[in-house]
Structures are given as C-alpha cells and as structure tokens.
C-alpha cells in the first residue's frame, strides 16, 4: 500500500510540474500571439482606412502612413514567430505549423508584403490614384498568399 502512495504520489507530483511547465509556456507564447494578433489586426485596420481612401476619391497623402504601418509590419512579421508559439503552445492561434515547416518561405512572403507596401505608400505619398489601386491590390495580394498557406480557416 505505501508502494502504491509512492507512485501515486510521484505520478501526481510528475503532472504538477507538467502542468506548470506547459502553464508557463502559455505564458511565455501568450504574450507573443496576442501581440502578433494584434498587429494583424492593425495591419487589417490600416488597409481598410486605405481602401476608404481610394473609394473616397479624394487626397491619398493622409493614409501614406497607413501603408508604412503595413510595410513596417510585413518586415517584422516573421520574427514574432519563434518556434514554440504555434498550436503546440496551447494558445489559440490561427498560425498553422507550415509557418515552422517552411520557414524560408514564410519568411519570403512576409518580405514581399513589406515591398509591396513600400509601393503603395510611394504611389500615396504622389496622390497617383491609378498607382495607388494597382499597388493596393498588389499589397493586399501579399497578405493574402500568406494567409492562404499559413493561416487556419476561420
């Protein structure tokens, strides 16, 4: 009986220390989804003030400092996923594991969407409409092949 509170005991004391080591990993990765989700959502909120802006027809210039929120984004974006802070980490996130699997790649897009950026504030920052909308869906294409690959359905 002593020999079954042992085991017991060890077993208990084995999924305590578990437990608090995956409640500290969540801790640790929380904060790190949490700020990258956030910062999609700003991306998402910069683009969306710039479609306004094209459909509006008026003076561009204003939202030139949109399209460098989303420049500045797309060159940051890939190092706001270490390794770890994936589904694995216990918190919910839509980043599937193809971004760890095919880091380069992920990498490459995240690139791109800065570039592409990068373009539209110029075309913004000239009040050229024409150029503006070429390089808004460009940009917004950019988002896009990255989340058609590394990001779950929602």
């Not at 420049?71 to 980490?89: L, Q």
């Amino acid at each position: 009986m002593r020999r079954f509170g042992l085991i017991f005991g060890g077993l208990a004391l084995a999924a305590v220390v578990a437990g608090a080591g995956f409640a500290q990993a969540q801790g640790a990765f929380g904060e790190v989804i949490a700020g990258r989700q956030a910062s999609m959502k700003q991306g998402g909120g910069n683009m969306g003030a710039i479609k306004k802006a094209l459909d509006a027809g008026g003076d561009l210039t204003g939202v030139a400092t949109n399209a460098q929120g989303v420049a500045d984004w797309g060159r940051k974006m890939a190092s706001v996923f270490p390794a770890g802070s994936g589904p694995e980490s216990g918190v919910k996130t839509n980043a599937l594991p193809e971004i760890w699997v095919s880091k380069g790649d992920f990498e490459k897009l995240a690139a791109n969407l800065g570039a592409e950026a990068d373009k539209l504030m110029a075309a913004l920052k000239a009040n050229d409409k024409t150029a503006a909308t070429a390089a808004f869906a460009a940009t917004g294409g950019a988002c896009g092949a990255c989340h058609r690959t590394y990001r779950a359905k929602i």
